[in-house]
């Protein structure tokens, strides 16, 4: 299953946090942790984030096997696309139903039409 969102005006750092305390929340271990920023050609005072997250499955007969991948791309004053890959097996759909009740809670009022 894959999700995918824009937002309009969110903060990618913001982002980044609130995806990984609440994939966190849902009984999973952060796998990689990535934020890289760089600095716009044309403005050196504007930023581009990517982010990578990756979760593992909480539970023993599981572990170690990945559930969640979260990639995004964003500027600081602009746009942010969001796209999440998880894996049903080790992520089921109510998890994915919370995880999503908290991001439209939060961020819904930036999310844009997706292209």
Request: glycine fraction near 8%; hydrophobic fraction near 35%; include cysteine.
């Amino acid at each position: 299953m894959q999700i995918r969102k824009v937002y309009q005006g969110v903060n990618p750092g913001l982002l980044y946090d609130a995806i990984k305390d609440y994939v966190q929340k849902q009984d999973v271990v952060i796998g990689e942790a990535k934020l890289v920023t760089y600095s716009m050609p044309s403005d050196s005072s504007s930023f581009i984030y990517r982010g990578t997250l990756t979760f593992k499955s909480g539970r023993e007969d599981e572990e170690g096997k990945e559930c969640l991948r979260a990639h995004f791309v964003g500027l600081d004053k602009g746009e942010t696309k969001l796209i999440i890959d998880i894996d049903e097996k080790l992520f089921p759909s109510e998890k994915v139903s919370r995880l999503q009740e908290d991001l439209d809670f939060i961020f819904g009022s930036y999310e844009a039409e997706a292209d």
